[in-house]
């Protein structure tokens, strides 16, 4: 990469996905690896299994075949909150923030699972506890002056125009520290000055923190600027994976965007 | 004009005319008021962590009073009984989660509150087959007395229950206030999806917040049960607790306390000072005429959180 970021070993990689809703196959026999560190992009028209694949990937889908192995462990299936404690944080497609809470509430939710292990000692234990949750708040802070939301802190996320509340998910994405950021269609809707915002926080949060990022777009434009790589899907399945130069080529790819028929 | 005197100023003459007995009028709505509450609260705790009007909060009431007394009256000691029905009220609430919640995570919330409907019937029956459809007499022991203090009638049954609800309550608050379970659980209210998604146990906040909200309906079965017998009419006093939500805010533990006590002693100073002016009975309908009065001007309830629509 022109940045010169050192991309490092398999983190996540998931081996002849298939998972299919009654009779409709939503994914068939997907493979890719994402490497610590990177950028990794899955795109595709609508209606490829982008989102499907997401979900397989942090657990709200099981799928009927293959394997996901993350950070070496091997797994038919995850489970969203055991995906969370392994350091698996995502956003969604449509948004989903605790709408009655403020962003500030909601940035701490996200903190979760690194507050101590047992959930109902935590809330009997006093001293600690109390100490703890300062801690926490400190780090809640700093993402919020990361994301330059100081300003709407103590709004409840229900009241925020769209752009915000994508932030203010990324945010509570953010706040768990994670290892594995899953972004659904981060910049979906937004209009272009928001999406070169959340280009920068994205590109910086990889860059500052290391985190590595999966995220679907279907806006071929955008994505091709900020991956490392490039998986294509159509139809469920996969149709390239490359640089973001290799896959602009592939005319696979190219059939699949300009709606080429498939027989 | 002699009417608009007996309505607006009469009524506050003979309070000022009588201060003791205003006070005792008072003191035994707030009594009645705590008890309110506490129905009120169970209702809450479960809105809270799943955003569902629990239908079958009432059932909870009879089926945990109707479990205490048939201990007791197969010769189980009041304290062994009353751990055996805490016992029981928990493993109920993991019965609700494994058979019940844990297939209608992400649903839509009416079809969770149909669930409860079908689990308020199920509670009911169960309840009867297994203790018998009679009215029962509850007995814990305290004695129904009551006694003068400085010329303040105090009955203390009454005042032993205000304080075990009152001790409840205040507990309540603080653990769902004060701790991080607090957000989790507003968290999982939301969006359970997202809840999820950041690592709250779903599973864990539903056992934790039905186990509760059963201790709860524990308490007030057992404050309501004493003074009118254990029957099925004592799941009735859920209704009793739908205007205390409405005034005090579906989401909010204050909000079902002080709502509580609104009700108790407006009711009370209503029954009293405006009841003959109508012939009295107003202790039936002043919790639901003050209920309607919120709905109109403030439908959130006196704590409840904003309602924000996108539009």
């Given amino acids: 990469m022109a940045n010169g970021k050192k991309i490092g070993d398999v983190l996540l990689s998931v081996q002849n996905i298939n998972l299919s809703f009654g ?67 995502r956003t969604f497609q449509n948004i989903a923030l605790f709408k009655g809470m403020s962003t500030l509430d909601n940035i701490m939710t996200g903190r979760n699972t690194l507050m101590s292990s047992n959930f109902v000692l935590q809330a009997l234990h006093w001293g600690p506890a109390w100490k703890e949750e300062k801690a926490h708040r400190e780090m809640a802070e700093e993402i919020i002056d990361f994301l330059q939301i100081e300003a709407i802190r103590k709004t409840p996320t229900g009241r925020l125009p769209y752009g915000l509340q994508k932030r203010v998910e990324l945010g509570r994405a953010l706040a768990a520290e994670p290892d594995l950021l899953l972004l659904d269609e981060p910049m979906a809707g937004m209009n272009l000055e928001e999406k070169e915002d959340m280009c920068r926080f994205i590109l910086d949060v990889n860059d500052e923190f290391g985190t590595t990022i999966a995220l679907i777009e279907h806006d071929m434009g955008v994505v091709m600027d900020i991956s490392d790589r490039v998986a294509v899907l159509d139809y469920g399945r996969k149709i390239a994976e490359g640089t973001p130069g290799e896959v602009r080529v592939n005319q696979d790819v190219i059939d699949a965007y300009l709606g080429v028929s498939h027989d | 004009m002699e009417a608009l005197q007996a309505v607006f100023v009469l009524p506050f003459l003979d309070m000022a005319g009588e201060p003791l007995f205003f006070l005792e009028v008072i003191i035994g709505g707030l009594l009645t008021g705590v008890n309110y509450s506490l129905v009120a609260l169970g209702f809450v705790l479960i809105f809270k962590a799943s955003g569902v009007f629990n239908f079958s909060q009432g059932i909870m009431v009879l089926f945990a009073a109707l479990t205490l007394v048939g201990l007791m009256e ?154 009118s017998g254990v029957q099925f009419s004592l799941s009735l006093i859920a209704l009793k607790a739908l205007p205390v939500l409405l005034i005090g805010g579906f989401t909010s533990v204050p909000g079902a306390i002080i709502g509580g006590l609104i009700i108790g002693v407006g009711e009370k100073i209503a029954e009293i000072y405006w009841g003959p002016l109508v012939g009295g009975a107003i202790e039936n309908w002043f919790a639901y005429m003050l209920a309607l009065a919120f709905l109109l001007f403030r439908p959130q309830g006196l704590f409840g959180e904003r309602i924000i629509e996108r539009v």
Avoid at chain 1, 56 to 62: K, L, R, S, T
Avoid at chain 2, 82 to 111: G, H, K
Avoid at chain 2, 143 to 159: A, T, W
Avoid at chain 2, 172 to 197: C, E, M, N, W, Y
């Fill in chain 1, 23 to 89: 009779g409709v196959q939503a994914l068939v026999d997907v493979s890719f690896d994402v490497r610590k560190h990177e950028i990794f992009a899955i795109i595709g028209p609508n209606g490829a299994g982008k989102s499907s694949m997401l979900n397989v990937i942090n657990g709200f889908y099981h799928p009927q075949g293959g394997t996901i192995t993350y950070r070496g462990v091997t797994r038919a299936r995850m489970r969203p909150h055991e995906a969370a404690r392994q350091g698996i944080a």
């Fill in chain 2, 74 to 227: 197969r010769g189980v000691p009041v304290w062994l009984a009353l751990v055996l029905t805490v016992l029981a009220m928990i493993a109920l609430a993991f019965i609700v989660e494994r058979f019940m919640l844990r297939f209608l995570v992400n649903q839509d919330e009416i079809i969770l509150f149909m669930a409860t409907i079908g689990l308020a019937f199920l509670l009911e029956g169960v309840g009867e087959i297994a203790w018998g459809a009679d009215v029962k007499e509850l007995d814990i022991g305290i004695p129904d007395k009551s006694f003068e203090v400085g010329g303040i009638l105090l009955n203390e049954f009454d005042l032993f229950a205000a304080a075990t609800g009152t001790v409840l309550v205040v507990g309540l608050a603080v653990f769902f206030h004060k701790t991080p379970i607090g957000r989790a659980l507003r968290a999982v209210a939301d969006d359970h999806q997202a809840a999820l998604s950041v690592g709250i146990p779903l599973k864990t906040i539903w056992v934790v917040v039905w186990s509760v909200a059963g201790i709860v309906a524990l308490a007030a079965g057992i404050s309501w049960g004493a003074k």
